[in-house]
């Protein structure tokens, strides 16, 4: 009679399988988390909790296999040094940076005398706005060209 294979997924390593556990736990941690970045502390505390006792020790590297494994099948998105988006929930800016998505459309407002003096970039799209007396209108070039010239300045440094 046959053996039974232990069912696993292979990772980029050949000798460093997921155990099927692990990709059920990832599954859930994934449900869980909506438009929330999580860290890789927060994967293998997940994994921890639901660990068989001979993997306990072992929770830390297996959860880094298992970021490894869903970055290369386009589950999950850098969001900065240290941590992580599902794609799903994310937007790409033109640097190539990732920001969470939220659910819900929110609003941002200024309050001011002076809308004129407030320019807004969407760093998805490139647009610029500038702030007029009842909404924000596209920017015209004097005002691309001082929001340039500000960014260029030495940190610190006013007029």
């Not at 293998?44 to 006792?53: E, N, Q």
């Not at 830390?60 to 970021?67: H, I, N």
């Not at 850098?78 to 033109?94: E, G, I, V």
Request: aromatic share 8%; hydrophobic share 40%; charged share 30%.
């Amino acid at each position: 009679m046959a053996k039974a294979k232990r069912k696993t997924v292979r990772t980029q390593s050949a000798r460093s399988p997921i155990p099927n556990w692990a990709l059920k736990g990832w599954t859930e941690f994934r449900k869980g988390l909506g438009a929330q970045p999580f860290s890789l502390g927060e994967v293998s505390a997940f994994l921890f909790a639901i660990a068989p006792a001979s993997w306990k020790r072992s929770t830390r590297s297996l959860a880094f296999r298992l970021l490894s494994w869903a970055r290369a099948q386009g589950e999950i998105v850098p969001c900065d040094d240290l941590n992580w988006l599902l794609r799903k929930h994310a937007r790409r800016l033109t640097s190539g940076r990732f920001v969470p998505e939220h659910a819900d459309i929110l609003r941002l407002q200024v309050r001011t005398r002076c809308p004129e003096k407030y320019v807004l970039v969407d760093l998805e799209r490139g647009d610029v706005w500038q702030g007029s007396e009842k909404s924000w209108k596209a920017a015209n070039d004097g005002a691309k060209r001082e929001v340039s010239e500000i960014l260029k300045r030495p940190k610190g440094r006013a007029v």
